[in-house]
C-alpha cells in the first residue's frame, strides 16, 4: 500500500461541474497516481493554472486534510440544489493502492449519504463492497477501455488490473448496487486492435454504459477513419444497450457527421 504524499488545505469543496452527466461534484485530491499516457484533461488543466508543475508531481497526490470539515459548513447550504455529487472529476476517489484516499472518500460518501444527497463513483482502482452498505440511490462505476493488461500497462501504468477492477463492480452488482462503465477514452485501432464487442460482453451485468472518443491525442487525430471508426463504435454501444435493456450515454463529439 501507498501513503500520500501529502496534504493539502482548500476554501471550497463541493461545485457545479460542467461536465455534461454530471450535477456537483467533489475532488478532494489533488494530482492522480495512474500517471495515464493519453492526454489526461485534469492533468493539462491543472498544468495550464499553475497548480501542477510537471507529471512526475501529478503523479504523487495530495489529500485535502479539511475534506470533511468543508462538507460540514457546504452541505447544509447545497443539499437543496444538488440532484448527485460525482466522486470525481478531476482525480480518482479509490485511486490504487491508496488507503488513505479510500478512506476519506468513504466517508465524504457518508456524510453525503446521510444528508440525502446521492453519490456517482467512477474509478480506475477498486471499489470495495463496504459501498454496498451505503445508499441504494448511489451509482458505482469503473473505466473500461480494453480488456488486454498489456495495453493497461503502457497507457494506464497505476492504475488497477481491468479484471480485478471488473470483480469488485460486478461484487457491487451482485449486491443490489447500481453499476456503471465508462467506456472513454476509447482508443482507436492505430493505438491498440481489439474488439469492442469482447468489452461489451464482459459488463453486460452493468446498469449504464457511457461511451466517448479519445481527444487531445495526436495519434488519433492522425488516423484517418477516426470519423468513421468513433460513429460506427458508437452505433454499435447502441445497439448492444437497447438489445440488453442497459442505459447508456454517447459523450458529445463521438458521433459526427
Known amino acids: 500500500m501507498c501513503a500520500v504524499k501529502g496534504y493539502i488545505q482548500r476554501k471550497s469543496m463541493l461545485y457545479k461541474t460542467g461536465v455534461e452527466y454530471g450535477d456537483y461534484t467533489m475532488n478532494h485530491v489533488l494530482g492522480c497516481s495512474h500517471g495515464c499516457k493519453f492526454p489526461c484533461y485534469a492533468y493539462m488543466m491543472k498544468k495550464r493554472f499553475g497548480q501542477i508543475s510537471s507529471y512526475e508531481e501529478w503523479i504523487e497526490p495530495h489529500l485535502v486534510s479539511n475534506t470533511l470539515e468543508l462538507l460540514d459548513k457546504e452541505i447544509p447550504k447545497l ?65 473500461l477501455v480494453s480488456l488486454d493488461e498489456n495495453y493497461r500497462k503502457k497507457i494506464e501504468p497505476g492504475t488497477a488490473p481491468y479484471s480485478d477492477r471488473l470483480e469488485a463492480l460486478k461484487n457491487l452488482h451482485e449486491a443490489g448496487c447500481k453499476t456503471w462503465i465508462s467506456i472513454e477514452p476509447y482508443p482507436t485501432p492505430n493505438l491498440i486492435n481489439q474488439n469492442l464487442d469482447n468489452i461489451l460482453t464482459a459488463v453486460a451485468f452493468t446498469d449504464k454504459i457511457i461511451f466517448g472518443r479519445t481527444n487531445y491525442c495526436k495519434e488519433v487525430s492522425a488516423y484517418k477513419q477516426q470519423k468513421e471508426f468513433y460513429n460506427l463504435m458508437a452505433a454499435k454501444v447502441i445497439t448492444f444497450c437497447e438489445n440488453n435493456g442497459i442505459q447508456y450515454h454517447i459523450k458529445e463529439k463521438t458521433i459526427t457527421e
Open 79 to 143: 443539499k437543496n440544489k444538488i440532484k448527485s455529487v460525482q466522486l470525481c472529476f478531476t482525480t480518482d476517489p479509490f485511486m490504487y493502492g491508496y488507503d488513505d484516499i479510500a478512506a476519506m472518500s468513504i466517508q465524504a460518501i457518508k456524510k453525503l449519504n446521510e444528508a440525502g444527497i446521492k453519490c456517482c463513483i467512477l474509478t480506475k482502482g477498486i471499489l470495495p463492497i463496504e459501498l454496498a452498505e451505503f445508499s441504494n440511490e448511489n451509482e458505482y462505476g469503473i473505466t
